[in-house]
């Protein structure tokens, strides 16, 4: 049980530093990991405490809520990554630009 | 005829259907707008047709494929549901029949698949059950109100497109954590047997924690407002009027139904936090919305003030539950409708003047009466002034806040609303007069002009049809779940 | 099927629909737009006839609409309601022929008289309002439907005039609202009733009822032009002259004057209202607005300008004639409702034909007019001996059973705000007509139009002197029967005296 617990814990962790990431750097593909180290986290919890149970065989249904975030997930990258590049191509860097006051 | 209405499972129309429209509109281009229209106008019937159901039966429950909580997917709707389901579709039409006038060529094929996209996850939102399908469809939804804002490219909409995806896949993430932690103690996502379940603990007050920061992030309110003013107002107008009226409702939604179901009785100073930070909104987003010299940043801005109105409404349901959620209820549906209608005038006048600078208006009173009216009576219910939705919601919420004694609240309510009479009115001084630079006007469709002003005209509409609406909102009783006073 | 349920509902809808329908018309529709206008006015004019001919005769005039669960939108038709809806509609029919007249070849008429018909329909449901809530709505919609008609040239200054009128009247109507909240939640209804409806509750309620009270008359005195919140009138006479006319000295000032009644009649009823200690302020108030119009109107030359300052000092004769809260005092306050708004129409009339015909703006350049334009000074000099309060004309009759009343309520100093006030409406009306009728005039008119023999349109000619004709008529017959005077006394006579 530990174990499973170890697990969720650093799924917390992966979420934190995920947050800490998107939060501090400018580079947007940087931005993009950080979402996909967060959602790794989220998924990594999902499964750990999914393996908290009293019988020998895991919980399958959080295994389900896991694939299907992963299927969103890599939509959402690839959404992400293609906005990204479509950016750069029409300000020439990765990076949002601040707001205009106007 | 009776039986026929009530066999056809609505409910699961509601969300084909655009899921159809849009592969028609994806494969055959051609005939896209056609499509899109005829989709949308079905999808008006459909919610027609699921209101009769609901009033014959009461609250409509499917289960799809016969597999029910708390393995498969439920679907289910009681009044609130029902009438954010008319909200939508309504809304839909409107702006469809202005999108078929304002996109051509390479954009309209993009447009419409993606946005009948966008009605099936909406549609989907509102009719689930449980809180891991409501994850699923917010990212659905999500993810097509980016692409839409991106539509028609330049550097403002890529920004601000990225900006909200960056935020929305951060709520969306913080909303599953939460969603993690609530599956492991309790055993289930279904919202019904969750809030059978639930009790105080600190891995439930975690997950509201968590759930309210991620919902709070994509509704935009103060101050996780930042991404919304940029995104909402460099999308072209019929997209605008879809993410304000339409795609910040939606997490909202989702806050609302959890807050009455399951956090309701463990909310202690929580509710007090939104409100405050609902009031805060208010006052910030109308003082920037008076700043502006932009249209449609005006109206961006709008909306973060009247979505803080929304959250006025959890610190006065403590102790007067009802009145307060039908003022937010009422509230979000008035400014879906007006909202739209105000977007897509000031899509009308920027296709008209080439600008949307409020200063240069240019006498449009005149030269475009249909769409001024539609702004002015959009106004008037964003105002809150009578006869409006907006009237009957500021009236429920004064009413709440009077019997509490809530005068901070009573303020910040009267506050915004003359905000928000003051950022109408400066547009509508504009209208009057003459521009310093004149310039040639472009033609608007007739389609475009009219879309708006039937809005509008639903929106005031609405202030006169409050008893027979309270009474659909109560049908199922969402107001009175779990403990939350009447 | 109940008529009588739906007659109130007619006689809104007797300028609501022509005015939608005008907006949709084309430029120079003319004669359509003026036949679809005569048409609301005099239909109007017929269903208040029925309305006063079924009451005389027990009739219940009341439609009711559900608009809140437990609010419902009431149109009722009892006497004060009566009172204010045939003045606003009998002044309706005379304006809009003189608005015809005056607007004729200016641009935008579609959508003037489209949100003249509009602002008509507000007033009328002002007056029939059966509850506060109702009441309330019409007046919010009042505000909404003068905004476009004050900005309707589109100069700078009209739409700085537009401006400071909505922030005023916006303002205002929050105010209003909350009160209104705030009473339906201590009061549980808002139903208009004889000597009130607040009997019932305790008195740890009497200061939130002060306070609502002041929230009530702030929000109403706006409208009423109650100093100081009168900033917005002389500005919005910027508009054109039939606005002027009928909105600004009749409709929109009266309303707030009427609710002011409304609130202390039938919300709280005069003597809850004495009980609080509300009215004794409110007579101050009263008689300050009153001093302090009739010495800003001395001093000013634009005549539209000195005519809204006097205004904002008549109006309140109404206000004073509640507050005082003696039978006859208030007789003196609500006939005045009618007989101000006959004087003062006549008096914009005339300046409007003043401004229209030779271009006169200011009070200097009226010396010798009254050789030029006979018939128009005529009826401006019975306004004007009407608002001095020279008998026989109506305002003599209001001054009288104020002043009356003042003494029999113990409140003797009133006496001398009214003289006052009649003394310096003499300094600043008589100068303007003896200098008309007795001084010679200038060589050329400041801007002279032609109308031939005439001395200008029939219908900027006619409308004036009816109004001044039924000032002079509704004096000299204060004791017939259906007069204003005997109107009055009926009503006072429900609110003090039991059945």
Redesign the interface.
């Known amino acids: 049980m530990s174990a499973a617990f170890a697990y969720a814990l650093v799924g917390v962790g992966l979420f934190s530093l995920g947050l800490y990431a998107l939060i501090v750097h400018a580079h947007l593909l940087r931005k993009i990991l950080a979402i996909n180290v967060m959602g790794s986290g989220v998924f990594l919890v999902l499964v750990a405490l999914g393996g908290r149970t009293r019988e020998a065989q895991p919980d399958a249904v959080p295994h389900a809520m896991v694939i299907t975030g992963i299927v969103v997930a890599v939509s959402a990258s690839a959404l992400a990554l293609t906005l990204m590049l479509k950016l750069v191509a029409e300000t020439g860097r990765a990076e949002l630009p601040t707001h205009r006051r106007e | 005829m009776g039986a026929v209405f009530t066999d056809i499972p609505w409910g699961v129309g509601l969300i084909l259907l655009p899921l159809a429209g849009g592969m028609i509109c994806f494969l055959w281009p051609g005939i896209a707008k056609i499509a899109g229209l005829v989709t949308a106008f079905v999808v008006v019937l459909s919610v027609a047709g699921l209101g009769w159901q609901i009033l014959d039966d009461g609250v409509y429950h499917h289960t799809l494929g016969g597999w029910g909580a ?2 498969g997917i439920d679907l289910y709707a009681d009044g609130l549901s029902l009438l954010m389901l008319a909200a939508t579709a309504l809304v839909g039409l409107g702006v469809s029949v202005h999108s078929s006038g304002y996109f051509e060529g390479e954009y309209s094929a993009r447009f419409w698949p993606l946005w009948l996209f966008l009605l099936a996850a909406l549609n989907a939102l509102f009719l689930s059950a449980d809180i ?1 399908n409501l994850y ?1 469809t917010l ?2 939804m999500g ?1 097509a109100a ?2 839409l804002t ?1 539509l028609m ?4 909409a ?2 601000g ?3 909200y ?2 935020v929305t ?2 709520g969306s ?1 913080a909303y ?2 939460g ?3 609530l ?2 103690n309790f055993g289930s ?1 279904d919202m019904a047997i969750l809030a059978g379940r639930v009790e105080a603990s600190p891995a439930v007050r975690a997950a509201l924690g968590l759930m309210s920061a991620g919902l709070a992030l994509k509704i935009g309110l103060f101050p996780f407002h ?1 991404w919304l003013p ?1 995104a909402h107002a460099s999308a072209p107008a019929p997209v605008s009027a879809l993410l304000s009226a339409l795609v910040v409702k939606a997490p909202f939604y989702i806050l609302l139904r959890l807050w009455l179901e399951i956090f309701g009785p463990l909310s202690e100073g929580v509710d007090a936090l939104l409100g405050l930070l609902g009031a805060a909104a208010v006052l910030w987003g109308s003082v920037q919305a008076l700043r ?3 249209l449609k ?1 005006l109206l961006a801005y709008s909306t973060v003030a009247q979505i803080g109105y929304l959250f006025v409404a959890f610190p006065l349901a403590v102790a007067a539950g009802l009145t307060a959620w039908s003022a937010a209820a009422y509230l979000m549906l008035s400014h879906a409708l007006a909202k739209a209608a105000m977007f897509l005038a000031a899509g009308n006048l920027l296709r008209f003047g080439g600008h949307d600078r409020i200063p240069d208006l240019d ?1 449009v ?2 030269r475009l ?1 249909l769409s001024t009216g539609a702004f002015a009576l959009g106004g ?1 219910a964003i ?1 809150g ?3 409006s939705g907006g ?2 919601g ?3 919420l ?2 709440a806040a ?2 509490q004694g809530r005068w901070g609240l ?1 303020a910040v309510i ?1 506050l915004g ?2 905000l928000a ?2 950022y109408v ?1 400066k547009v509508l ?1 504009h209208a ?3 521009a310093s630079t004149p310039h040639e006007p472009r033609a608007v469709p007739a389609s475009m002009e009219w879309a708006a002003l039937l809005l509008a005209m639903g929106a005031i509409l609405l ?2 049809l ?2 027979p609406v ?1 009474a659909l909102l109560g049908i199922g009783d969402p107001f009175v779940a779990s403990g939350v006073g009447p | 099927m109940n008529w009588d349920a739906s007659i109130p509902v007619l006689v809104v809808a007797s300028s609501l629909l022509p005015g939608l329908i005008i907006f949709g018309l084309a430029e120079d529709r003319v004669r359509l737009r003026t036949v679809l206008n005569l048409f609301g006015a005099l239909s109007k004019l017929v269903l208040v006839g029925w309305m006063l001919w079924g009451v005389y005769q027990g009739h219940l005039y009341e439609t009711r609409l559900a608009l809140l669960p437990g609010l419902e939108l009431v149109l009722r038709a009892d006497a004060l309601s009566l009172l204010f809806v045939t003045l606003s509609t009998v002044l309706w029919l005379v304006t809009t022929v003189y608005a015809i007249g005056y607007l004729e070849g200016s641009p935008h008429r579609s959508r003037f008289f489209g949100f003249f018909s509009l602002c008509v329909t507000a007033t009328v449901g002002v007056a029939m309002s059966g509850n506060l809530f109702t009441f309330l709505v019409f007046y919010e919609m009042l505000t909404l439907v003068t905004y476009p008609l004050v900005v309707h040239r589109g100069t700078e200054a009209a739409c700085r005039a537009g401006r400071s009128y909505l922030a005023y009247t916006i303002s205002g109507g929050a105010l209003l609202l909350v009160g209104t909240v705030w009473l339906y939640t201590l009061a549980g209804t808002l139903e208009f009733t004889p000597r009130g409806f607040l009997h019932g509750l305790d008195d740890g309620h009497r200061p939130a009822l002060i306070v609502i009270f002041a929230l009530l008359i702030a929000g109403l005195g706006v409208k009423a032009a109650l100093v100081p919140l009168h900033g917005w009138l002389p500005l919005a006479m910027i508009a054109p002259a039939p606005v002027s006319a009928l909105l600004h000295a009749v409709a929109v000032v009266k309303a707030g004057a009427f609710g002011i009644v409304r609130v202390i009649y039938d919300v709280f009823g005069v003597e809850f209202a004495v009980g609080l200690g509300v009215t004794a302020p409110l007579t101050w108030l009263a008689a300050i607005t009153i001093i302090y119009g009739s010495l800003r109107a001395l001093f000013q030359d634009d005549l539209k300008c000195r005519l809204a300052f006097s205004t904002v000092s008549q109006v309140s004769y109404i206000a004073l004639g509640v507050a005082i809260a003696g039978p006859v005092a208030s007789i003196g306050g609500i006939v005045h409702l009618v007989h101000q708004g006959l004087m003062k129409i006549t008096l914009f009339f005339c300046a409007g034909n003043l401004a229209g015909t030779l271009g006169i703006h200011k009070v200097s350049e009226m010396r010798g007019v009254g050789r030029r334009m006979p018939w128009t000074m005529a009826a401006f000099s019975v306004g004007a001996f009407g608002m001095i309060g020279v008998p026989p004309i109506a305002g003599f009759i209001s001054k009288w059973y104020l002043g009356v009343g003042a003494l029999e309520a113990g409140q003797g100093w009133v006496v001398f705000v009214l003289v006052g006030s009649s003394l310096l409406n003499a300094a600043y009306f008589l100068p303007i007509v003896h200098a008309a009728w007795f001084q010679e005039p200038p060589d050329t008119w400041p801007e002279e139009h032609d109308f031939g023999r005439k001395e200008t349109a029939w219908t900027l000619l006619l409308p004036p002197l009816v109004t001044a004709a039924i000032a002079l008529g509704v004096g000299l017959f204060a004791w017939a029967p259906f007069s204003p005077l005997e109107w009055a006394k009926l009503i006072v006579a429900r609110e003090f005296y039991r059945p």
């Open positions: 708390p393995l891991f699923l990212e659905l993810l980016v692409v991106a490219g330049g550097r403002d890529l920004s497109a990225m900006r995806l960056l896949l951060l993430l599953l954590l969603v993690a932690l599956f492991h996502v930042f940029p502006q010299t932009r940043l006498r009173v005149q009466p008037v105002v002034l009578p006869p009237f009957v500021k009236w429920l004064l009413e009077l019997s009573v009267i609303s003359l009479a003051a009115f001084g009057f007069t003459q202030g006169f409050a008893s309270l």
